[in-house]
């Protein structure tokens, strides 16, 4: 009765529907973590599939890999992990939700509090090993095979060994010297600084000498006086860092650096150890980007052993992932490479012979997962049935042969089991948020261990679409997404929003929950906005010729592709074409700005976030990548720089930007608020101080809230 | 008929009154120089006045000192100087409007080249005497008496004297330890850092030791790679500069330093000569401010010699003048003080005896002129006719007698001759531009030299008018200035915005040309909006309990008699107080930014420049002499502590800074932005790279489009 009652309910009584706030939308907001899907935390213990909880770890698969029946039995509680682990001596176990298992076979949990690392046998119910952490450390590296612990402290590395015995691996550390740092300013794949030998035996590390680097001065002012922050940052075409990579042996308690030569203006990319130690491989770049080289050294003596491979390309060869050996043949490694213009793999052995390409077509392999040891196959992401899609593959190494382990449908991510058979898939698809299988990498028939209810059942919800229009090539075709207003009426015309990014390594479209809505995008919806997103040429997962187009004049194809979403926008009677507004971050604020001094009779109004201004502020690894030096490239940099255009502003576009931003230095929107001055043009502004690239925490609501407001000041 | 047929013109005609851009009314503007008034440029050789042109000196007046008819006798050319000041030997004269005439008995002209000092001697019409300028030179300050040129060159500072000797006086000058500049952040009056005898034969100088202030880290965006441009700025309560005062002989070749015992957190302001060069007068401020003491110092040894004079107050005392011995008696001085409740002189013998107040009443002695050295008496500015205006005024050092030597309105700006009989008053009154009258001090009987006529003809002027309204004391009263909407019609309610400042040391209405309407008032009025303007308690020249009532308390006294003018507008029919703005900078940004998180109902939008947030952050000798410092006074600085307001900003407010300012850091404005992202509230920001506190050139045309538009935005 109740039932059909409510299927009579008018459309009136429909807006009922809840509206969101930013506050359950944003990452950061008060109530985001509630609007958020129910999720399972779960862990490989060898190939058995575990599920964490807070106060438990329970077994989630029997021996044949089948999922259990309810109730899961428990591995262990996390009462009895307290009674073993004393807390005055070993610190707090808060909960279980990032316990690890590093041994299949042994029933050992690591566990780590603030105070050390533990192992913890659950059947013997006591502390089986442990570590103290040193106070102050950070970038910490653990070795599962040795135990041994790498850290920063004070700007130079150490290593506290299973023993509990302290090295001091580097002593002049210091602002202009880092040891085990992360470098070159995170391009080329680079996220860490320490690379520990598979036996645990040997740490390879990086050692970054910045003194002869320019410092930009970054402020502080959250001191009683402001005071100086300052970040060693080269920018395009400017003296750049010196790096070298260090091996440390643990036996030997020595280090020895690579034999390189002279490492001025080079990069040293992608470091992977031989598995059985001996041997160190390095991908170096020079600063032209244009080669690509696999190098092996000596890991005993640090000599150049010799180039394995070497890859060239006109305009940039930009190596991303380190080889990976065959767990099964030692002389064989896997390499992935663009070079046949799709990232894919390929097969050598030890002495630089290319065996095979084992991945081939028109898609991008996307993520290396691992191998199933048991039928030599590599478990892989790729976008080999939709350009918009992750979806996981395995390929066998002998017969090139490539399986599809899901559905086929939506974004996928996978923890792989220790010996490959299994993977835990976490997936969502447009119209599904969240969902989690359990897979055997052999033979893909899933079972679901979880479908998340959606959380936003209640609100007014907008309508999603996604379809492709051809780029300004007139052949490509960028995917876009549109979300419609709430409440959705076609005979009326909309006030119309594009968001943009625009480049390299990045995409705004897949065919993940909502094909990819941010959630400000759903916000936007309900004040009454059409959001449009097109991913131009130039962005991610499409191809090296789809993205290295651009080269050498960022933003010119660019938006040449937004102004065909443009134009399509126009074709639809419910865009109100008088109402056109823009907005992006990063590349995107770049976007944003430059398409309001470009076409200022198109945008009424834009918000441009830490937008770069002018190329040449820009660092050395990334800029030089796509736009070559300033001194190589002097009509790009001039053609791309948004200091020129300034003048040419007409509606109205705010700069937003982190005050202590140290990717995108206040420099660019300094200069460009300074050539507006200059030119009469009346650009709106705003920092958030304290805030670096990309905002944080509550800022986040704080943000949206204001370049909503902005769209409701002089879109609306 | 012309004339009658122009009278009959209806009213839709009248709009055909040409209107004023921005470029027209700012300082900065374009065509600002067109729309100024016809100016004099005169001089005084002795008592006859002299008529400086681009391309000649003319001679003004007879012996009598009676005002000749045209033609003016031309005392000598352009031509003629450049025929005798040989270019390539001592620079370019490019014009002949700042050229003094140091003796009132020799036919000699000063006049200074780029690369020279020159006395050009009309009548020999040649070269008397020259002196070459140091390069790089600056602060020059050059002794008419010794012809010498002291100047600070890379921190140190240096004479030129008149054979052309250089003095190095100091060779230790840095960033650290200044020589011959300002001291003490130009507070107490102090303006330059050298001091010359009466006779040239020593200078006095300022040395500051800086080296323990802490460096505020400003940055100058406008170098390739942003560079520190840190500025020493010591914050209130934090640890000062110490300051001592030196004097160099030019005979003895050596320098003496005053020997004032410990100098930490002392001020050494307002230094004077006495005529025979053997004293110097310093007043002695303590850090608390709350004591004056007047020192004198032998000049030879640099001995104290005692204190002469002492005053106090529990609030503060702002000794703002140095001494002015009295020409025909040098064991006589005048000294000015605010003691009796109001600026006036007291005559003083060098013993330290008082022997008169010379000026008396509830009025200010603004400025003290010089002498009229025949019927000894003080010719000064004082605002004795009414609060608003500023007249001319003789005091007779003998009967105390005073005269008023113009017409009592207006105000009036004075040059005196050299033995003080005749002056050249400048001037203006509500409906007067600029009138320049030559009068004499005795016979006080004003003779025109120039009526400007008004350059606004044909311009759409809007009305200005001026009145009282009781401050919220219901006794004192406050004198504002409306400018009412061009085309103004009664029965219309239109949108109000109050310019405000508000704090010491400034007024904003005045018996100035329209009421001393600032030009974007003009520019407003034409955009229909009404302005208004209220001098609040603690604002200038209404005498010292105007003044301090504020003492400890910034901005509560102020807001409440600024509210008292909201009030007044309330009861105007023709004010919408649905749409009432507020607007000014600087202290006027404190107040506008206060009332904005204050009266969060009363105002919808405001533009605050350059405002202080927290007066922790301002410096030590203006900040704590209204304030005291943090420690002694913290519910002042908690209650003045805008930070504490940020949550509740309802209204549209935008704050505007220089990037680069040096007097109001830009952690001002950053606290706030950080403290109303935390609170959740959204002003709007904009700043200016390369300006400092107040902005130069085109950016005040830019900057008032901007504040313009702002209200166009959201108060229309």
Chains 1, 2 share one sequence.
């Not at 970054?208 to 006086?225: A, E, G």
């Not at 449009?532 to 187009?549: H, K, M, P």
């Not at 009346?682 to 204001?706: A, T």
């Amino acid at each position: 009765m109740l039932a059909a009652a409510m299927m009579l309910l008018p459309i009136s009584m429909m807006a009922q529907l809840k509206s969101f706030t930013l506050d359950d939308l944003m990452w950061g907001g008060s109530n985001y973590w509630n609007l958020q899907p129910k999720n399972i935390y779960t862990a490989w213990w060898g190939d058995c599939l575990l599920e964490l909880k807070t106060d438990e770890v329970c077994v989630r698969t029997d021996k044949k890999g089948k999922l259990t029946a309810e109730p899961h039995a428990t591995l262990f509680t996390l009462d009895e992990v307290k009674a073993a682990v004393d807390e005055t001596t070993y610190g707090k176990v808060h909960h279980l939700l990032n316990v690890s298992f590093p041994d299949g076979e042994a029933t050992l949990a690591f566990i780590r509090t603030n105070k050390c690392n533990v192992l913890y046998d659950w059947k013997a119910k006591k502390v089986a090993w442990s570590q103290e952490l040193e106070k102050g450390a950070s970038l910490k590296d653990f070795s599962n095979a040795a135990k041994a612990q790498a850290y920063v402290k004070n700007f130079n590395l150490f290593i506290t060994d299973a023993e509990g015995m302290m090295h001091q691996i580097s002593t002049d550390g210091s602002r202009d010297l880092l040891y085990g740092e992360s470098v070159h300013r995170d391009e080329f794949g680079i996220h860490k600084g320490t690379f520990w030998s598979p036996k645990g035996n040997k740490l390879a590390f990086y050692r970054m000498d910045q003194s002869m680097v320019t410092d930009f001065p970054l402020v502080d002012n959250s001191t009683r006086v402001a005071t100086l922050a300052p970040e060693k940052y080269p920018m395009a075409g400017m003296t750049s860092h010196v790096v070298s990579v260090g091996i440390y042996s643990l036996k030997a308690t020595k280090t020895v650096y690579l034999k390189t030569g002279d490492a001025t203006n080079r990069y040293f990319t992608n470091i992977a150890w031989s598995p059985d130690e001996t041997t160190l491989y390095v991908i170096e770049v020079p600063r032209s980007q244009d080669k690509a080289e696999l190098v092996a050294y000596d890991a005993e003596t640090g000599e150049r052993k010799g180039v394995l491979y070497t890859e060239t390309h006109p305009r940039y060869v930009e190596p991303m992932n380190p080889i990976v050996f065959l767990p099964w043949d030692n002389s064989k490694f896997i390499y992935q490479s663009r070079r046949d213009g799709y990232n894919h793999f390929y097969l050598f052995d030890t002495t630089g012979k290319e065996l095979a390409q084992l991945t081939k077509g028109n898609f991008e392999v996307i993520d290396f997962i691992g191998f199933n040891t048991k039928d030599k196959s590599l478990i892989f992401k790729a976008n080999a049935d939709s350009p918009i899609c992750h979806n996981l593959y395995s390929v066998n190494v002998k017969t090139q042969k490539m399986l599809r382990l899901d559905n086929g449908q939506g974004v996928h991510r996978a923890s792989l089991s220790a010996s490959g058979t299994y993977l835990v898939d976490s997936w969502s698809a447009p119209d599904t948020y969240r969902c989690i299988d359990l897979v055997s990498t052999t033979k893909p028939e899933p079972q679901r261990m979880q479908t998340a209810p959606s959380p936003w059942v209640g609100y007014n919800v907008p309508e999603f679409s996604c379809g492709t229009i051809k780029a300004a090539d007139d052949s490509t075709d960028l995917y876009y997404r549109m979300v419609k207003p709430v409440n959705f009426d076609p005979t009326k015309k909309y006030p119309t929003v594009v968001y943009v990014y625009g480049g390299p390594h990045a995409h705004n479209v897949n065919g993940s929950w909502n094909y990819a809505a941010r959630p400000w995008e759903v916000y936007m919806a309900q004040k009454g906005y059409l959001l449009f997103i097109v991913d131009n040429r130039g962005s991610q997962y499409r191809g090296l010729a789809f993205e290295n187009c651009t080269h050498r004049q960022l933003g010119v194809i660019e938006m040449q592709d937004q102004m065909r979403g443009v134009d399509f926008l126009k074709s639809l009677p419910y865009v109100d074409e008088t109402r056109l507004g823009v907005h992006g971050w990063s590349f995107g604020g770049f976007m944003t700005t430059n398409l309001m001094c470009s076409y200022p009779d198109v945008f009424k109004a834009g918000v441009a976030g830490g937008p770069v201004i002018d190329w040449s502020l820009y660092e050395v690894m990334y800029g030089e990548r796509y736009m070559d030096t300033p001194e190589e490239n002097p009509e790009g940099y001039e053609g791309s720089n948004l200091l020129k255009k300034a003048g040419n502003l007409k509606g109205r576009l705010q700069i937003i930007v982190g005050y202590n931003d140290p990717t995108c230095v206040l420099q660019h929107s300094m200069s460009f608020l300074r050539a507006a001055a200059d030119a009469g043009t009346q650009p709106d502004y705003f920092v958030y101080p304290g805030q670096g690239h990309n905002m944080m925490g509550k800022d986040m609501v704080h943000l949206h809230e204001r370049i909503t407001r902005y769209f409701d000041d002089f879109l609306k």
